[in-house]
C-alpha cells in the first residue's frame, strides 16, 4: 500500500510538471511568435525610412547640382560674355570708323549673336532653377511657366486656381509640385500631341491637389509601366511624391485625352526665412 | 435508463462532462460551416466518432458493464484523425511523409497490444485496457504538435497566433496528452474489471483536461472565418 501511495504522489507531481511544460510552450511559442513579428515590423519600417531619406538626398543632390550649374553658367559664362560684348562694342566703333562695309556686317553679325547667347544662357539658368517660385510662390511660378511655354508653341494652356491668394507651403513641397507640374505639362505636349492643357491648383484645409488634363491622345497609364515603357517623367512623379506622402492618379476622361491628379498634403512654410537661394555660391577670389 | 445515467453523472460529473461537452465543438463547426475547410472536416469527424464513442462508454459505464473494448478499438482510429489533421498543417512532405508511416506503424502496434494484452479476445468481462498504445499515442501526438509549433515559429507566416483557430486546437491537444502522458501507463492496471488498483483522484486529471481540450477546440473553432482559412 505505502509504495501505491508513493507511486500515485510521483504520478501526480509528473503529470503536473508535464502540463506546466504544456503551459510553457504555449505561453512561449505566442510570446517568440510576437516578438519576432514586432520585430520584423520594426526592421520594415527602418528600411522603408532609410528608402525614403536616400530617395530625399538624391532628389536634393539633383536639385543642388542644378543650382551648381546655373549659378557657374552665370557667374563664369555671364560674365565672359559680357566682357565679349564690351570688347565687341569697342571693336565695332573701330571697324565703323574704318568704313569697311563687308566688316562692319560681320561685326554686326558677331554683335547680335552674343546679345542672342546671353539671353539664352539666362532663359537656361532660369530653367535650371526656378527663382520665381522660391520669391513669389506656386501661382507666379506656374505663370510665368505656361507664360513662356505659350510664347514658343501654339498651344493654350488654362489655369485655375480655387483660391486668389495660394498660402506659401514648405519649400520642399513647393518645388515638388512644381516639377511635377513640368513633367505633367511637358509629356502633354511631348506625347499627347494636344492643343489645349488645363492646369487646376486646389488647396483646402488638408490636402492640396494639382491636376493637368490634356485633350491629345490619351494613355494608359498601368500598360506603361507593365511595358518598360515608363521613363524617368512618371517614375520620377512617384517617387517625388513619396517623399512628401502625396498621391498621384492617371484617368481618362471620356472625351478623350489624359487627366492626372496629384494630391500632396499640406504643409504651410515655417516662420523662417527660406534658405539662400544660392546656398552653393562660391567665394570669387580676387588675385 | 435515464435514472441510471443521472446516477452515473452525479456519481461521476468529471467524467460525463467531456461526453457532453463534445457537442459543442461540433455545433461550433457545423454552424460556421468550417466542414468545408478540409483539416476542420477531419476534426468534425474525429469529434463526431469521440462522442459516439464517449456516448457508448457512457451508457456501458453507467450500466457497470466493461467498455474497454470500445476504448482500445478508438485508440488507434483516434491517432489517425488527430494526426491527419497535422498532416494539413506541416508544410514539409518529407515530414508529411513521416507521419503516414506512423499511422500503419501505430495502427499495427495497437492491435499487437490489444491481443498482447487480451489474450482471450473471447472474454469480454474482463478484457483489459492496452499496455503500452496510449503512452505511444501521447509521445506521438506530443512530438507532432511540438513540430508544427516549430515549424510556425521558424516560418513566421502567421501574424496574430490568437486569431489563428490551429494554433488553438493545437493547444488543446498540448494539454490534453501531456495530461494524458504519465497517467496513461497506469490506466491498465487501474482499469482491470476486478482488481482496481485505485490511483483514487488522478484518473480524472485527463477527463478533466479533455474538457479543457474541448474548450480551447471550441474557442479555436470560433476564430474561423471562411476567408482566413481561403488564403
Ligand atoms: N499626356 C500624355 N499623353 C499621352 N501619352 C503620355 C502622356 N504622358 C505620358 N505618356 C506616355 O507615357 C510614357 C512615359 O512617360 P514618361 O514621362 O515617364 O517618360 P518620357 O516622357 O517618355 O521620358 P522622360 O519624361 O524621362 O523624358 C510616354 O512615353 C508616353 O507614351
Ligand atoms: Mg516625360
Known amino acids: 500500500m505505502q509504495s501505491n501511495e508513493e507511486l500515485k504522489l510521483g504520478l501526480l507531481i509528473a503529470s503536473i510538471a508535464m502540463l506546466m511544460m504544456a503551459f510553457f510552450v504555449i505561453m512561449f511559442v505566442m510570446y517568440y511568435q510576437k516578438k519576432r513579428f514586432e520585430e520584423e515590423k520594426r526592421i520594415s519600417d527602418?528600411?522603408?525610412?532609410?528608402?525614403?531619406?536616400?530617395?530625399?538626398?538624391?532628389?536634393?543632390?539633383?536639385?543642388t547640382e542644378r543650382r551648381r550649374i546655373a549659378q557657374d553658367l552665370h557667374d563664369d559664362i555671364g560674365?565672359?560674355?559680357?566682357?565679349?560684348?564690351?570688347?565687341?562694342?569697342?571693336?565695332?566703333?573701330?571697324?565703323?570708323?574704318?568704313?569697311?562695309?563687308?566688316?562692319?556686317?560681320?561685326?554686326?553679325?558677331?554683335?547680335?549673336?552674343?546679345?542672342?547667347?546671353?539671353?539664352?544662357?539666362r532663359r537656361i539658368t532660369r530653367d535650371l532653377?526656378?527663382?520665381?517660385?522660391?520669391?513669389?510662390?506656386?501661382?507666379?511660378?506656374?505663370?510665368?511657366?505656361?507664360?513662356?511655354?505659350?510664347?514658343?508653341?501654339?498651344?493654350?494652356?488654362?489655369?485655375?486656381?480655387?483660391?486668389?491668394?495660394?498660402?506659401?507651403?514648405?519649400?520642399?513641397?513647393?518645388?515638388?509640385?512644381?516639377?511635377?507640374?513640368?513633367?505633367?505639362?511637358?509629356?502633354?505636349?511631348?506625347?499627347?500631341?494636344?492643343?489645349?492643357?488645363?492646369?487646376?491648383?486646389?488647396?483646402?484645409?488638408?490636402?492640396?491637389?494639382?491636376?493637368?488634363?490634356?485633350?491629345?491622345?490619351?494613355?494608359?497609364?498601368?500598360?506603361?509601366?507593365?511595358?518598360?515603357?515608363?521613363?524617368?517623367g512618371l517614375l520620377g512623379i512617384e517617387s517625388r511624391l513619396a517623399i512628401v506622402n502625396g498621391t498621384v492618379q492617371y484617368e481618362q476622361p471620356a472625351k478623350g485625352g489624359s487627366s492626372a491628379i496629384a494630391r500632396i498634403p499640406v504643409n504651410p512654410a515655417s516662420g523662417n526665412k527660406p534658405e539662400p537661394l544660392h546656398p552653393f555660391r562660391r567665394e570669387r577670389v580676387n588675385i | 435508463m435515464l435514472e441510471n445515467y443521472c446516477s452515473y453523472i452525479i456519481r461521476q460529473p468529471v467524467i460525463s462532462a467531456p461526453v457532453f461537452l463534445n457537442l459543442l465543438p461540433i455545433l461550433l463547426i457545423w454552424r460556421k460551416r468550417a466542414y468545408n475547410d478540409k483539416m476542420f472536416f477531419i476534426l468534425f469527424v474525429y469529434l463526431i466518432l469521440k462522442f459516439g464513442v464517449d456516448l457508448v462508454m457512457f451508457d456501458l459505464a453507467s450500466q457497470r458493464k466493461n467498455s474497454v473494448l470500445y476504448y482500445n478499438l478508438n485508440i488507434p482510429v483516434r491517432y489517425v484523425l488527430t494526426s491527419w489533421m497535422f498532416y494539413y498543417k506541416l508544410d514539409y512532405n518529407a515530414q508529411r511523409k513521416w507521419l503516414m508511416l506512423s499511422w500503419i506503424l501505430f495502427v499495427a502496434f495497437s492491435a499487437w497490444d490489444i491481443i498482447h494484452t487480451n489474450p482471450s479476445?473471447?472474454?469480454?468481462?474482463?478484457?483489459?485496457?492496452?499496455?503500452?498504445?496510449?503512452?505511444?499515442?501521447?509521445?506521438?501526438?506530443?512530438?507532432?504538435?511540438?513540430?508544427?509549433?516549430?515549424?510556425?515559429?521558424?516560418?513566421?507566416?502567421?501574424?496574430?497566433?490568437?486569431?489563428?483557430?490551429?494554433?488553438?486546437?493545437?493547444?488543446?491537444?498540448?494539454?490534453?496528452?501531456?495530461?494524458?502522458?504519465f497517467i496513461a501507463p497506469v490506466l491498465h492496471y487501474a482499469s482491470k474489471w476486478d482488481q482496481w488498483m485505485?490511483?483514487?483522484?488522478?484518473?480524472?486529471?485527463?477527463?478533466?483536461?479533455?474538457?479543457?481540450?474541448?474548450?480551447?477546440?471550441?474557442?479555436?473553432?470560433?476564430?474561423?472565418?471562411?476567408?482566413?482559412?481561403?488564403?
Open chain 1, 129 to 232: 532653377v526656378p527663382t520665381t517660385l522660391e520669391r513669389f510662390g506656386l501661382m507666379e511660378a506656374i505663370e510665368e511657366f505656361i507664360h513662356k511655354l505659350e510664347e514658343d508653341n501654339n498651344l493654350v494652356i488654362a489655369f485655375q486656381s480655387n483660391t486668389e491668394e495660394f498660402p506659401r507651403q514648405g519649400q520642399k513641397l513647393e518645388l515638388t509640385l512644381y516639377r511635377i507640374m513640368q513633367e505633367l505639362v511637358n509629356n502633354a505636349i511631348k506625347h499627347a500631341s494636344c492643343t489645349k492643357i488645363d492646369i487646376v491648383l486646389e488647396i483646402d484645409e488638408e490636402m492640396i491637389g494639382l491636376r493637368v488634363t490634356d485633350n491629345g491622345v490619351g494613355f494608359d497609364p498601368e500598360k506603361i509601366k507593365e511595358s518598360n515603357l515608363a521613363g524617368l
Open chain 2, 121 to 181: 479476445m473471447g472474454d469480454l468481462y474482463n478484457h483489459k485496457m492496452v499496455l503500452y498504445s496510449t503512452t505511444l499515442e501521447s509521445l506521438l501526438m506530443l512530438f507532432w504538435i511540438m513540430l508544427y509549433f516549430y515549424n510556425t515559429m521558424r516560418a513566421l507566416k502567421i501574424p496574430n497566433l490568437l486569431t489563428y483557430p490551429f494554433f488553438w486546437i493545437c493547444s488543446g491537444f498540448l494539454l490534453y496528452y501531456s495530461s494524458l502522458l
Open chain 2, 198 to 231: 485505485d490511483i483514487g483522484s488522478l484518473d480524472y486529471i485527463p477527463y478533466a483536461f479533455e474538457t479543457v481540450s474541448l474548450l480551447l477546440f471550441s474557442i479555436g473553432i470560433a476564430q474561423y472565418t471562411g476567408s482566413s482559412y481561403a488564403k
Open chain 1, 46 to 63: 527602418i528600411e522603408k525610412n532609410y528608402n525614403r531619406m536616400l530617395l530625399d538626398t538624391a532628389l536634393n543632390s539633383e536639385e
Open chain 1, 79 to 121: 560674365t565672359m560674355l559680357s566682357l565679349t560684348k564690351l570688347s565687341l562694342n569697342q571693336l565695332s566703333k573701330l571697324v565703323a570708323n574704318s568704313g569697311d562695309e563687308k566688316e562692319e556686317s560681320i561685326m554686326k553679325k558677331s554683335q547680335s549673336l552674343v546679345e542672342e547667347t546671353i539671353l539664352h544662357v
